[in-house]
């Protein structure tokens, strides 16, 4: 492959790469739209605006397009990838549906390790973009389908690229090629203050490692389940699952323990009151955002929404519904 | 006496159990056996009010809980109930 990464990461010269067909998807993917919070942050001063980073618009429906996005053309342009050979990885879903996606796009073979209570709606639309499923035992949760994962990959190397989110450093690459320039645009370079949940931490340590070394004094704060045992689907808590290699703590000015009801509450005040009809994850990242934003005189905190509520509308508990 | 399964995140506060008999005829009865005997899981389980907080999945084999009649679905000797976590990033 002769894919200059530096140049097409992203962008519109994709057409330089063999692979003609995935033009128009590709050049979808990030860009996405920066939104005031108005209604839930009424009894802030007017020095202080929240805004949040609308991952959904991206076209696989969650920011996950954007690492799937770089982990395969960074696993093609490095031959590590190639015809014959399949896609693996584990995922709660969001990075599955963005490698699915481009995987169909690219003509490569996707298999993921999900655990198996993930939402129906989840494995369905892997489903039907064609990926093969392997489906890891549900009271290991991630970190069991991680351990499968990486199983499959040591017995059958010449059938796998292990793609590996949780230590692939282009998964952060990506928001710091991508996200974090945009949050320094979109702000006009005013973004005081980043924050956002913890999954892989690829956003937040890529996007953060941007905005520190162009605005060394903005302030970048983590979010995290307050307890091993929660219900902020797609976030880790950190000090009792699999550290992911790329997650660097030192990176990080704060982190912020949210509980689950807490963000299940804020859920249903951005969908009701802001028309922001958003993930659990996204929720739990509002809450953090808005209590750095409490604190604050002035300033300009941005968070980041990784996805829509529409792959979480069978948790029925979650809508009060 | 039924089986349940203790999640992964869970298993510090069983001792690192992570399959427990438990007695009770319902599910609700299970579950209070179940802190009974393991204290500690208390405030991860039941919410201030004693109430089952809501990301909190049981099945009785492959049936949610919900789906059937809640904390009071009958529990039969050697069921095996399932404690199951939420899915972690990525």
Redesign the interface.
């Known amino acids: 492959m002769d894919v200059d990464l530096s140049r097409s990461l992203f962008g519109a010269d994709v057409a330089v790469t063999p692979l003609r067909a995935v033009g128009g998807l590709e050049t979808l993917v990030g860009n996405t739209p920066l939104i005031p919070l108005r209604r839930v942050t009424a009894h802030l001063p007017s020095t202080v605006q929240v805004l949040a980073k609308a991952e959904w618009f991206n076209p696989g429906g969650s920011i996950k397009d954007r690492p799937a996005l770089n982990i395969l053309r960074t696993a093609l342009s490095q031959g590590k990838l190639h015809q014959g050979k399949r896609l693996l990885d ?6 599955g549906i963005a490698y699915a996606t481009f995987g169909a796009a690219l003509g490569i073979g996707v298999t993921l390790v999900v ?1 198996a ?2 939402s129906p709606e989840r494995i369905a639309i892997l489903k039907a973009l064609g990926a093969e499923l392997i489906l890891s035992d ?7 389908a991680i351990r499968v994962a990486r199983q499959m990959a040591a017995q059958q190397p010449e059938r796998y690229f292990y793609a590996n ?2 230590d692939n450093p282009a998964n952060w690459q990506a928001h710091y090629c991508t996200t974090g320039p945009e949050i320094f645009q979109q702000t006009k370079g005013c973004v005081t203050h980043l924050v956002a949940g ?4 690829g956003t937040l340590i890529g996007a953060g490692r941007y905005l520190r070394e162009i605005s060394p004094n903005v302030q970048l704060i983590a979010v995290q389940p307050n ?11 950190m000090p ?2 699999i550290r992911p290699a790329i997650f660097d703590e030192s990176v990080l000015d704060q982190t912020l323990w949210v509980e ?2 807490e963000a ?1 509450r804020m859920a249903r005040r951005l969908a009701q009151e802001e028309g922001l009809f958003v993930g659990i994850s996204a929720a739990a990242a509002a809450v953090g955002a808005l209590k750095v934003a409490e604190q604050l005189e002035g300033g300009t905190v941005v968070t980041i929404f990784p996805d829509a509520g529409y792959k979480y509308l069978s948790d ?3 809508w009060g519904i | 006496m039924a089986t349940i ?6 298993r ?1 506060y069983t001792n690192g159990q ?1 399959d427990l008999t438990v007695s009770g005829e319902t599910v609700g009865q299970v579950l209070d056996s179940l802190v009974q005997q393991y204290p500690a899981l208390r405030p ?1 389980i039941f ?1 201030e009010n004693g109430e089952l ?3 909190v ?1 049981l099945f009785i084999g492959e049936e949610n809980i ?1 789906d059937l009649q809640g904390t009071t679905t009958p529990v039969k000797d050697g069921d095996r109930i ?9």
């Not at chain 1, 549900?138 to 069991?144: K, L, R, T, V």
């Not at chain 1, 913890?198 to 931490?201: A, C, E, N, V, Y």
């Not at chain 2, 399932?82 to 990525?90: H, K, V």
Request: proline content about 12%; aromatic content about 6%.
């Open positions: 584990s995922t709660s879903g969001n990075m655990p209570n993930a549900p009271s290991e949760g991630s970190d069991g989110q949780y913890l999954g892989t931490s307890s091993p045992f929660h219900g902020l689907e797609g976030l880790k808590h009792t699952a689950t009801e299940y029925k508990a979650l | 399964r203790i999640p992964t995140p869970l510090p992570s991860h919410n907080r809501p990301f999945n919900n399932l404690l199951i976590p939420s899915i972690a990033g990525g």
